[in-house]
């Protein structure tokens, strides 16, 4: 082999070469642009999964937020402002809601004549225990107790009618009842019984109430107490119209343990409203 040949042939050895590095060069060009092309796909796609979760937990507080203003604007818009706060002792209940809207305004009867046996002692108007509103229709009278054990009529009166000092009630309870029988079997009246009370939740615009003492923390009526309930109950069923059916508890209201013994015992509360509608028997005249 002559020297010119072996000189083009280590020249086509050299292109070779190049050629083959070149080529390598640009596989390795083409494979690192396409690492960079997928490290950038895999950092838009974990950018957006977490824009994503972002929004997800943004659009969650939210709904959440959201919900939160409508359950909070109902319970504002359906509440009581009357009836926020009941005394701790009585059968109220702190959290309270609105009657139901009736479609024709039918009112309490007025000017009827209290018997001798009920002992006068109204509260003055005032805006946490009687705030003088007109009673609805009346549609049932509700049994409750004190819920202050040993206490006589006249202190739970004198609890009703000490709310209206600022003083003694910097809270701003209210609370009251029509009627309030006490141990000897005395029955004061508290609130004119064409008048609203605070005592028996959404209820109060169509009930008459009747706070009852008992002597201990089981709630029992002692007998003169008893009886005086029975005779009691049974005249604002006659001057209303109503029945023995249309006696009920706090309890049947609220679900409030109030009366209590009359709630535990169900056969005592039976036997109660049995009396009721026995004396209104014997009695069809109650004076």
């Given at each position: 082999m002559d020297q010119k040949t072996r000189a083009e042939r280590f020249r086509n050895q050299i292109q070779n070469n190049n050629t083959q590095q070149e080529d390598q060069y640009e596989k390795e060009l083409k494979r690192a642009r396409e690492e960079r092309i997928r490290r950038r796909i895999e950092r838009m796609k974990r950018e957006r999964q977490r824009m994503l979760r972002r929004r997800l937990v943004v659009g969650g507080v939210g709904i959440a937020?959201?919900?939160?203003?409508?359950f909070v604007g109902k319970?504002?818009?359906?509440?009581?402002?009357?009836?926020?706060?009941?005394?701790?002792?009585?059968?109220?209940?702190?959290?309270?809601?609105?009657?139901?809207?009736?479609?024709?305004?039918?009112?309490?009867?007025?000017?009827?004549p209290i018997p001798s046996w009920i002992d006068q002692q109204l509260l003055d108007v005032n805006e946490f225990s009687r705030p003088g509103t007109p009673l609805k229709k009346v549609k049932n009278v509700v049994i409750h107790w004190v819920a202050n054990a040993g206490t006589s009529a006249q202190n739970n009166r004198s609890y009703f009618s000490n709310l209206a000092d600022p003083a003694a009630n910097p809270e701003g309870v209210k609370a009251s009842s029509h009627f309030v029988v006490g141990l000897e079997g005395e029955i004061i009246q508290c609130v004119p019984i064409d008048e609203k009370s605070y005592c028996t939740n959404w209820r109060n615009d169509d009930t008459i109430s009747i706070e009852v003492c008992h002597p201990d923390?089981?709630?029992?009526?002692?007998?003169?107490?008893y009886q005086s309930v029975i005779k009691l109950t049974a005249w604002l069923l006659e001057q209303?119209?109503?029945?023995?059916?249309?006696?009920?508890?706090?309890?049947?209201?609220?679900?409030?343990?109030?009366?209590?013994?009359?709630?535990?015992?169900?056969?005592?509360?039976?036997?109660?409203?049995q009396d009721v509608k026995a004396y209104m028997e014997a009695n069809p005249e109650i004076q």
């Open positions: 937020v959201i919900i939160l203003m409508i319970k504002v818009f359906f509440s009581n402002p009357d009836d926020s706060n009941l005394g701790g002792h009585t059968s109220g209940d702190q959290t309270q809601t609105t009657a139901p809207v009736e479609t024709t305004e039918e009112y309490a009867k007025k000017n009827i923390w089981e709630g029992k009526f002692n007998d003169v107490t209303f119209d109503l029945t023995s059916e249309d006696v009920i508890r706090h309890f049947d209201v609220t679900g409030k343990d109030c009366p209590k013994y009359y709630v535990v015992h169900e056969d005592a509360w039976e036997q109660l409203k």
